[in-house]
């Protein structure tokens, strides 16, 4: 079940889906990061997978400071003129604006009811699951990040640099192939969360390729896909319950 949300932030009202099992009760809750093509029916069906688990679901449009957009998840990038709307998109709408964005998000779901949250990100959702787990250390108890970039790179927005802030359990499913995620970043990470003594797994799924959990990608694989739904569901049942 499906209640569409407009939801007050800072810098202005995020649309948003909330997903709910037809007729289950929520106690916890999963902030779900979109990937860069934005919330539509593909992200829907994941929501509700999870909904159906027993969580309280919301997929916020992080893009939504901008007008009305859509993306075909298969051809975007391969097309120089919806690549370039893509990557202006994606660059007008920075890991600070989410982090404060999310302030919203978790406003919202206790105004649902939930207690306990996690969150779980896809491609550019990924480092956001991860910063929102280090800015709101005190109300996200799980973080979890699918074929995530940069998720240990250069810029002072990169996860890893917020490591020592992070309370929350962290689950990290990596590309076995990713040029946004390469190994050096993997070691980066993992040091830091080690440092930190943040409870983590990374785990490299080998095969796939960046963006295959998510069932409009081009590269989407049905059975790397269903063993990231048997870590997801695992995961959230320790970390949530």
């Known amino acids: 079940m499906k209640q569409d949300l407009d939801i007050r932030t800072q810098d202005g009202v995020a649309r948003a889906g909330l997903f709910r099992a037809e007729g289950g009760a929520s106690n916890a ?22 909904a159906g688990q027993g969580y309280a679901v919301l997929v916020p449009d992080l893009f939504y400071r901008n007008g009305p957009y859509a993306f075909d998840a298969k051809t975007a ?17 920075s890991q600070e604006m989410t982090k404060r964005d999310t302030a919203g998000f978790l406003d919202a779901l206790a105004e649902a009811g939930v207690g ?35 998720l240990a790179g250069d ?4 996860p890893h640099w917020q490591a020592a802030k ?18 050096d970043q ?18 490299n799924y080998v095969g796939m390729q960046h963006g295959w959990c998510v069932p409009d990608h081009g590269v989407f694989d049905f059975a790397g ?14 970390t949530l319950g």
């Open 225 to 238: 896909a269903e063993r990231h739904w048997r870590r997801l569901t695992t995961f959230f049942s320790e």
């Open 77 to 93: 990038f391969s097309n120089e003129k919806t690549r370039a709307e893509l990557m202006e998109l994606i660059g007008s709408t």
């Open 155 to 158: 810029a002072p927005d990169s």
């Open 29 to 50: 809750g999963v902030i779900l990061y979109m990937d860069a093509f934005g919330p539509r029916p593909a992200l829907f069906q994941m929501a509700e997978r999870i």
């Open 116 to 150: 306990p949250v996690g969150t779980v990100g896809y491609c550019m959702g990924g480092a956001r699951s991860l910063n929102a787990a280090a800015t709101y250390p005190d109300r996200i108890v799980a973080a979890a990040s699918f074929h995530g970039g940069n």
């Open 186 to 203: 993997s070691a980066k990470l993992a040091e830091a969360l080690r440092t930190a003594e943040v409870d983590h797994i990374i785990e």
């Open 166 to 183: 992070i309370k929350a359990k962290v689950y990290v499913g990596t590309a076995g192939v990713d040029r946004s995620f390469p190994p």
